[in-house]
């Protein structure tokens, strides 16, 4: 039978009682093309490594391609006020580090405020450094050290990636827990400072817990300690600091973040593929290779848990008396 056509009155009645539909349904429909990801940090380093892992699997599971941008510099802080300027409709994201709770103890005038300008997605990892030192010295664990260093007339030099780095910080509050005299040698990024404590150079190091496992594994550096919590898969056999110093922690993470007044839907659709992708056998059976430690969270659990490391790093650097810019 031939389908009768709809009167005028009986289409006005039908759209009447429809529900309505935004005629631009960005939300809806996010991402619809590429997304920019800056890492404020330069390539080849923690942040960028979790990044270029992560956000392949993101884009496989939101149908679009994520692109890693790297504008290195003053500590993120010049990659951080580009997102923070940035347009809040989901297209340019935020991938930082612990700086990211750090900076605003450090830096005076920023052109930016993290609570007012930086929404949180979720966490992506956790890094303990580990505690490494030139093979040659004759320490092989944490209470070594400190009686190796208590004995040293002039303390140890202890080496660092850069002032106000999180390797900088784990040495000021190893300082303050065992009140050892550290001597602080700054390097312009980990890399350099590896080097020369394999040298023997500088002997010791907080060095970023993913960087370094393969030249613990080959001997050309002796683990002491890492300053996460219980035991690390890919080397099992270094303890925590915490267990010979309670209470001595330090993760570097990362995290995502987005512009201030970006919609709570692309955020959560966000949030969804990030905590999907971290526990893909793909994310985290590499992450593990690396001593990347992830969970889950909610937006809010990621704000309580930067609002906790922005507090903890913020007393050290005002007791440690660090100062930047």
Do not use: C
Not at 53 to 64: K, S
Not at 237 to 257: C, K, M
Request: hydrophobic residues 45%; without cysteine.
């Amino acid at each position: 039978m031939p389908r009768r056509p709809l009167s005028r009155r009986a289409l006005l009645a039908g759209m009447a009682a429809a529900p309505f539909v935004p005629p631009v349904r960005a939300q809806a429909i996010w991402p619809n093309r590429p997304v920019s990801v800056m890492v404020p940090y330069p390539p080849a380093g923690g942040a960028d490594t979790t990044a270029r892992i992560l956000y392949a699997t993101v884009g496989n599971l939101l149908g679009q391609q994520f692109v890693i941008e790297n504008r290195g510099g003053a500590g993120g802080t010049i990659g951080e006020a580009l997102v923070a300027k940035a347009t809040p409709d989901g297209y340019s994201i935020l991938h930082d580090a612990t700086a990211y709770s750090v900076n605003g103890a450090l830096y005076a005038n920023l052109p930016f405020d993290y609570d007012r300008d930086f929404d949180p997605v979720a966490l992506v990892s956790l890094v303990p450094n580990i505690l490494v030192v030139t093979p040659s010295v004759p320490v092989n664990n944490l209470a070594d050290l400190i009686a190796y260093a208590k004995a040293a007339p002039g303390g140890i030099d202890m080496a660092s990636s850069g002032n106000g780095t999180l390797q900088h910080l784990s040495l000021e509050l190893f300082r303050f827990m065992t009140g050892v005299k550290v001597n602080h040698v700054p390097y312009r990024g980990g890399s350099l400072a590896l080097n020369d404590v394999i040298a023997g150079q500088v002997k010791f190091f907080f060095s970023n817990g993913s960087s370094v496992v393969g030249m613990i594994q080959s001997g050309q550096l002796k683990a002491i300690a890492h300053t996460g919590k219980g035991r690390l898969k890919s080397l099992p056999d270094i303890p925590a600091v915490s267990e010979t110093l309670p209470g001595f922690e330090a993760y570097e993470w990362n995290g995502v973040f987005v512009p201030h007044g970006t919609p709570p839907a692309i955020i959560a659709t966000l949030n969804g593929a990030i905590n999907r992708a971290i526990a893909s056998p793909e994310v985290k059976d590499r992450f593990e290779q690396l001593n990347i430690a992830s969970r889950p969270t909610t937006p809010e659990q990621f704000l309580a848990f930067v609002h906790e490391q922005t507090e903890r790093w913020g007393k050290v650097v005002k007791q440690a008396n660090i100062k930047i810019g």
